[in-house]
């Protein structure tokens, strides 16, 4: 029977060193999958500050394109203004021409003309002095047909409020041109955010996925431990009541010796031989006095 017990007890010391173990294993499994966790909600906070970047930037972005749209049309009112200005302008120096009996636009024109061909076409000294005459006297003409119309009070107005409205459609155009780069800029910054927010997300995907497979492999790992400790447990009970049985035993033989050496000195008692303090002792305890 202490063989049995020998050999329960080592089995179970062997179970308790697989446990201890398996026990040591789980805990660092457990310590990865915390770890993994520090990392993912790390992550997770990154991808929140910047999706809040990205709202920011995109507010931005919509609220520069709704002021690009509202400037573009304001220009847009200044440039079909300018273009009535221009066109009421040309009406009025055509009326103006044709009562002067002149056309100040054709006297431009064929100035131009004239002057092109002097400086691209060869000619002789004297055909050249006879061109510069004529472009001299055609200045003369554009001149003095200017100043009789910047001398008209109604053209004179609406060639004022020409560069009125040119000036406020430039200015307007350059207030579209610098709205729509800061709009632009803020997209750029947004997407940018988003490319990095892309990035984060697939990293938190990937943590998880290694804090999954290790939570399952602690889980499995933990399973093995239990089962090792029920083993023991199951071994301790096999081990004390084996040693419970072997005690019985043990004073089931001490009885049965008891009972054996007081059966003979009873017998040798009622042999009347005597019998000795050691004798008298055994009865007792054997319950027969």
Same mark, same amino acid.
């Given at each position: 029977?202490?063989?049995?017990?020998?050999?329960?007890?080592?089995?179970?010391?062997?179970?308790?060193?697989?446990?201890?173990?398996?026990?040591?294993?789980?805990?660092?499994? +457990?310590?990865?999958?915390? =770890?993994?966790?520090?990392?993912?909600?790390?992550?997770?906070?990154?991808?929140?500050?910047? #999706?809040?970047?990205?709202?920011?930037?995109?507010?931005?972005?919509?609220?520069?394109?709704?002021?690009?749209? +509202?400037?573009?049309?304001?220009?847009?009112?200044?440039?079909?203004?300018?273009?009535?200005?221009? =066109?009421?302008?040309?009406?009025?120096?055509?009326?103006?021409?044709?009562?002067?009996?002149?056309?100040?636009?054709?006297?431009?024109?064929?100035? #131009?003309?004239?002057?092109?061909?002097?400086?691209?076409?060869? *000619?002789?000294?004297?055909?050249?002095?006879?061109?510069?005459?004529?472009?001299?006297?055609?200045?003369?003409?554009?001149?003095?047909?200017?100043?009789?119309?910047?001398?008209?009070?109604?053209?004179?107005?609406?060639?004022?409020?020409?560069?009125?409205?040119?000036?406020?459609?430039?200015?307007?155009?350059?207030?579209?041109?610098?709205?729509?780069?800061?709009?632009?800029?803020? +997209?750029?910054? *947004? *997407?940018? &955010?988003?490319?990095? &927010?892309?990035? &984060?997300?697939?990293?938190?995907?990937?943590?998880?996925?290694?804090?999954?497979?290790?939570?399952?492999?602690?889980?499995?790992?933990?399973?093995?431990?239990?089962?090792?400790?029920?083993?023991? +447990?199951?071994?301790?009970?096999?081990?004390?009541?084996?040693?419970?049985?072997? #005690?019985?035993?043990?004073?089931?033989?001490?009885?049965?010796?008891?009972?054996?050496?007081?059966?003979?000195?009873?017998?040798?008692?009622?042999?009347?031989?005597?019998?000795?303090?050691?004798?008298? *002792?055994?009865?007792?305890?054997?319950?027969?006095?």
């Amino acid at each position: 029977m202490s063989e049995a017990i020998d050999k329960l007890t080592k089995e179970k010391d062997e179970f308790q060193k697989k446990a201890n173990e398996l026990k040591e294993e789980r805990n660092k499994l +457990h310590e990865r999958s915390k =770890k993994l966790s520090q990392d993912r909600d790390g992550l997770n906070s990154s991808i929140r500050e910047i #999706r809040n970047k990205i709202s920011e930037h995109k507010k931005k972005r919509d609220e520069l394109n709704e002021r690009v749209r +509202h400037t573009k049309e304001q220009r847009n009112k200044l440039n079909k203004t300018y273009s009535e200005i221009k =066109k009421q302008i040309s009406e009025l120096e055509k009326e103006r021409f044709s009562s002067a009996g002149g056309n100040l636009n054709a006297l431009r024109k064929q100035l #131009r003309t004239l002057e092109t061909e002097q400086m691209t076409q060869p *000619m002789s000294p004297q055909k050249e002095k006879k061109l510069i005459e004529v472009i001299s006297g055609l200045h003369a003409q554009v001149k003095e047909q200017e100043d009789k119309l910047n001398k008209d009070p109604k053209l004179k107005k609406a060639l004022e409020e020409e560069k009125i409205v040119k000036q406020k459609a430039e200015k307007q155009h350059d207030s579209v041109e610098k709205l729509a780069t800061r709009a632009q800029e803020e +997209h750029e910054s *947004m *997407m940018n &955010l988003v490319k990095q &927010l892309d990035n &984060l997300i697939k990293k938190v995907n990937s943590v998880q996925e290694k804090i999954v497979v290790t939570k399952i492999e602690a889980d499995k790992v933990h399973k093995g431990f239990i089962d090792c400790v029920d083993k023991i +447990h199951e071994f301790e009970r096999t081990i004390t009541s084996t040693n419970e049985k072997k #005690r019985k035993a043990k004073k089931e033989e001490e009885v049965t010796t008891v009972h054996k050496e007081a059966d003979e000195i009873f017998e040798k008692f009622k042999r009347g031989e005597k019998l000795s303090t050691e004798d008298f *002792m055994a009865l007792q305890k054997a319950g027969l006095i």
